[in-house]
């Protein structure tokens, strides 16, 4: 994958553990999404996070991807390729800065997403949301997300499985 494909408004690389602080700074400010989606982000949080992989992948298919408009860090997405079979990818978190929110750039950067993955030849994007969450219930199905009708539950919160057909 070519990741400077993905945006063509705003600057994308893989982060690593330098960019931590940067991480932390735009999700500490996304109050509103970790009362759903619990606990709190810590740096120890995302450094986990930026390693963590589903069952059978490995880490030539992850991308842990900071958008930049500059020098500034807009957006962060959590992307697993050829997950949860070969024609899908998976969004496990993406979060926007909250200066640049309800202004279209996070749909912006999932229409990019999916035109890239589209080309590639993906059938489909794959994510999940917190049952209730409106603020990311509202992003996702504005943004052509269906639900599968699949949920699984952990200890504190139902995870609502949806997809957007490529095709
Ligand atoms: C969801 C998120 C990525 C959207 O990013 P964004 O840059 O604001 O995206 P857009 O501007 O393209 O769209 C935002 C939409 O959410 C709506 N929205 C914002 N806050 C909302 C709320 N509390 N309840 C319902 N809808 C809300 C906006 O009105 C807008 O929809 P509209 O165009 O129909 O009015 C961003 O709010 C975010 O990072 N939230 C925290 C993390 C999160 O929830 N991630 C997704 C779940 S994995």
């Not at 996304?30 to 963590?52: G, K, R, W």
């Not at 030849?121 to 639900?147: C, D, M, T, Y």
Request: hydrophobic share 40%; charged share 20%; proline share 5%.
């Amino acid at each position: 994958m070519d990741i400077s494909l993905l945006s063509d408004r705003c600057k994308v690389k893989h982060l690593t553990e330098d960019s931590i602080p940067e991480v932390y700074a735009l999700c500490c400010k996304n109050s509103l999404y970790y009362q759903y989606c619990p606990p709190f982000v810590t740096a120890e949080s995302i450094a986990s996070d930026m390693i963590a992989l589903p069952p059978n992948k490995d880490f030539s298919d992850k991308h842990y991807l900071g958008y930049y408009d500059g020098e500034k860090l807009i957006a962060v997405m959590d992307l697993i390729l050829g997950y949860p079979d070969p024609a899908m990818a998976f969004i496990g978190f993406f979060m926007t800065d909250v200066s640049v929110q309800n202004a279209g750039v996070g749909s912006g950067i999932i229409d990019g997403l999916c035109s890239y993955l589209k080309n590639l030849g993906f059938s489909a994007v794959r994510l999940g949301w917190v049952r209730g969450n409106p603020q990311a219930e509202h992003f996702w199905k504005k943004n052509r997300f269906i639900e599968t009708g699949a949920t699984y539950n952990t200890d504190h919160y139902t995870v609502v499985l949806a997809q957007r057909s490529l095709t």
